[in-house]
């Protein structure tokens, strides 16, 4: 047992060094990392200091902003991906939020690219020379992929022999490759990837690089600190109850999760996959929303139902862009839900805050907003909950038995000391109906606020917290059902960076009283000081499929927003 | 023991009686009904002599030509109705395919058409004014939904005290009703809907009106035999199997199949409901192809996705259509891939010539034809099946023990004496990962067709048996592996009526050596004698979500078919 114990350790511990390992010796940082309570926000001028005014420049643009250059030959796919390299490599230096780095073998795609780009002069995609950063889930040739599993590395997927070990790659990676996107690392993810924080027992613990004191969110928690970090000008993640957009609103980003079908999956890694009653789903992040749909709808653009089958063949819907856009440029445009508290955990002050600016600016707009009263969202949020323990923690439980390594303390709260009894058919079936009635029920109630609207439409899309926190603190996210309730209505649902938390107006209230424990441990746990400076994001939430209306939405509020 | 069977049997048979004393004594046949050894077939001239002249003209225009008339005020819909309810009474009496007609209720909403037709010299909808049959799976105001139950009749689905017993309906039923179709019955099927046959301990056994020595096939099998007497211009049925594509082929009639999520579900009977893992899907039935698209897409004109949460948000593709009509007049048009035996069981001989009819008058038409050889069928029908074991029998023996009454002997076979052990989630996950690689494969198959078709794309659609029966005899249904495959890929599929059974042509293969015990039996049950005269189907295949494309391509080989 002892022995067993420090062989997983050793492993542990070798593959961390080994990705601090990879990055060039150039690029480590020598002097001391200050103290969170020294430097808590390493965003900014912090992380600059390690980058030149070229690097700062090209890390600094945005990907439609890069891809701009990169398709026109004004900056060579090289610079840029040497340049997302560097910043990558410091990011992870602050934040532990690399899994794996593959920097020569990108720069000999970029070589590759740029070399297409002076015989032709037209870029190879949509995406020419665009550094894309990938959560720890996905298969490149010659890399890794652990998951955050100890017993996965230099596996595939925990088994040792399997043939497509270093030279299998998911589907996403091969259209990204076609669309002229360069890879170069994977991101941190949390064992399991059931968890709105990102630990594991190889890299650690991924920090929020806004606050350090405060997590950058799970399960796609890499991609959010890198991202955040602009070590990386957009990536993807995957979400089965938030874990897209918890990291993305808890580090300033937009984060899509598309509806399930809508976005290739195939010969993607996962937690206890094959469980297809409430899927996971694969959707980016990045810094803007206009770079968001620029990846998404690349991909689109490759056709994807036709080389995975559990795709929908639903390209990009201009028409669906026009319609919003038209009904944008009337005089009494659009309405809005508004849902402040689940009546579960109530958001803390900052979150609170945020969503009155988002109120506010889109009223200045003319829109109309009205209080959002759906079927209780604690009748569903349970119904997703029980998704994650069908098999009794039984595919978690072999992950981790592999190495012998412990499972994570939150992971452990999750999923007990071993395996338990699983879900049998009935069970299962039973659960399906109690979600499905829940889903009818949601849908006839957001159909019938056409009567309560000025635009003779239901509502066009509905606000919401993404989390009850701007981000948490270390090893106190304890509540996802902000979003898990949208893994739940399979809705598309799109975060919205507001703003950041204000030690001097995100005042504790102190005459709250809590509604529930949980309600009171997450009140209790705000603490103005401790937060200052976070990011605060809202979500933005439409009905199944209609990612192209949010995304015109998100980046019209975007707009609004910045125009304050 | 003895006394709850007789208690059984004698709610069985008062349902029974029930359903001809709904039928309008005048529409009652009086003298002997021939047997089937006088008289297989009862569709054309024998079914005839039961009704006016008006009466056939009218119920011998399909639906589209019916609408035509009742959305201009030729005819009136309570006229037409009334054809149809007679229509409907003499099919009952000939093949046992009603279990419920409600013709007042009927007429009383044709009435309501029509005064609104006088009113306002426009139709209600698409559908104005045309009778719509149901699979009993439908639940309608004040109708009873039995689904083959005796345990079920006059509850709701099971339960006695449900509120929603008598006043619920389906959303399908409401969308029909909104559209301007008139409903009037609803018809067998057999209980468990697991069948590819017919029969329930209410009604008996419903019968092929083309060949009463041969089954109307199942689960819609009420739907089959009925609209082949034309008793009905159309109706809907579902399909987990193959149960609205095998009433469909073995009736001469058109029968589609749509991909899961295009078609609303909501709120019909079901068994084994809440199995999610492969579903089963609604679709229409009718006698022409034109008819089948104008149902199909007259209920995504409702935006079935606002009011069922399962549909996706996918109205008619126009563009579709324009792409494959304008494919259609090329000079080099479409490759087909064609499939003519499966490997597991051949098909009998009408089944062959069918496929060489199809395949003639489609490269007369400069079509391009090839072999169709995709992953085997075999790996993956099996895994179809395996979805309808998930719960050991329990749903399926639950509703049988409501009454007491035994399982008819095919079910007895499938489901055993009780139910058995349950699959767990790891077991069903371990299932959706098979099924999953299976349609990679598949799909990779597809694609890569485009280096052996002479048009530069992939195969645009396959061609196969839908059965490999023209139509089983009436307890020998045996094989299903040619719908469950697409049930399994979950491709859109669409029978296509080709020709019917010649017994001086369609000889026996005396030199076949069969490949497995099921192939031999299917190959000895073939006998010209009996099966002479029986309709001969083929299944048109496309990719997930092709129902546009698919429907216009059976009306354009339906058009080759009827020009040779």
């Known amino acids: ?190 064992a399991t990837l059931m968890s709105g924080e990102t630990a594991n027992n190889i890299i650690g613990y991924t920090y929020n690089p806004k606050n350090r004191n405060l997590t950058a969110g799970g399960s796609s928690g890499g991609e959010g600190a890198l991202i955040g970090l602009k070590g990386s000008p957009g990536g993807f993640g995957s979400d089965i109850g938030g874990s897209i957009r918890i ?85 009494s445009p659009l309405c809005f839900g508004m849902l402040v508290d689940d009546g579960v955990v109530k958001p803390q002050p900052p979150v609170l805050r945020a969503l009155q600016v988002v109120g506010s600016v889109l009223q200045k707009a003319s829109h109309e907003i009205i209080e959002w009263k759906p079927p209780s969202h604690s009748l569903c949020v349970p119904l997703v909950e029980k998704h994650w323990y069908l098999d009794g923690g039984a595919d978690i439980h072999k992950a981790f038995a592999l190495s012998g390594e412990p499972l994570a303390p939150a992971m452990s709260v999750r999923y007990g000391a071993a395996a338990t009894t699983e879900a049998n058919a009935s069970e299962i ?55 898990m309730i949208l893994n739940g209505l399979d809705y598309t649902a799109i975060t919205i960076p507001v703003t950041t938390v204000d030690a001097t107006i995100d005042k504790v209230d102190e005459g709250y009283q809590p509604i529930s424990d949980k309600d009171k441990s997450v009140h209790e746990d705000y603490d103005p000081e401790i937060y200052n400076g976070a990011h605060v994001a809202v979500q933005l939430v439409g009905r199944r499929f209609q990612e192209e209306k949010m995304l015109v939405l998100a980046e019209y509020i975007g707009k609004l927003l910045s125009q304050q």
């Open 247 to 331: 990291p993305a609103a808890f580090n300033g980003l937009y984060g899509l999760r598309p509806s399930v079908g809508r976005f290739p999956y195939e010969g993607t890694a996962n937690s206890m996959d094959g469980q297809c009653s409430l899927l996971s789903v694969l959707g980016p992040l990045a810094t803007t929303a206009r770079s968001v749909r620029l990846l998404f709808e690349s991909v689109l653009s490759r056709k994807p139902w036709i080389y995975d089958p559990l795709v929908v063949e639903l390209p990009w819907r201009q028409y669906q862009e026009e319609e919003i856009q038209s009904l944008l440029s009337t005089s």
């Open 1 to 190: 047992m002892e022995s067993q114990n420090r062989l997983w350790l050793s492993r542990a511990v070798e593959k961390r060094e080994s990705i601090l390992n990879s990055i060039p010796g150039k690029w480590l940082i020598t002097g001391k990392i200050p103290s969170v309570e020294e430097q808590p926000d390493v965003t900014g001028p912090f992380v600059r200091q390690f980058l030149s005014s070229r690097e700062i420049e090209i890390t600094e643009t945005d990907a439609v902003g890069i891809v701009a250059k990169t398709s026109t030959g004004d900056w060579s796919a090289v610079e840029v991906t040497q340049a997302f390299c560097h910043r990558a490599s410091i990011a992870h230096q602050l934040t532990n939020c690399l899994h794996e780095t593959f920097f020569d073998a990108a720069l000999s795609d970029a070589k590759l690219l740029d070399d297409h780009f002076a015989a032709f002069k037209s870029p190879v995609g949509p995406l020419h020379g665009l550094p894309v950063s990938l959560k720890d889930q996905f298969h490149i040739k010659n890399v890794d992929t652990s998951m955050g599993y100890v017993g996965w590395i230099d596996t595939f997927e925990g088994n040792k022999d399997d043939a497509r070990k270093g030279t299998f790659e998911s589907e996403l990676v091969q259209e990204l490759r076609a669309l002229g996107a360069v890879l170069y690392c994977k991101t941190s993810v949390p």
């Open 429 to 483: 079936a039973a659960l399906h109906r109690k979600l499905r009635d829940y889903k009818k029920e949601y849908l006839d109630y957001w159909m019938s606020t056409v009567v309560q609207t000025r635009t003779g439409r239901p509502v066009d899309a509905v606000l919401m917290p993404a989390a009850p926190y701007a981000a948490a603190r270390k090893g106190k996210f304890a509540y996802a059902g902000y979003t």
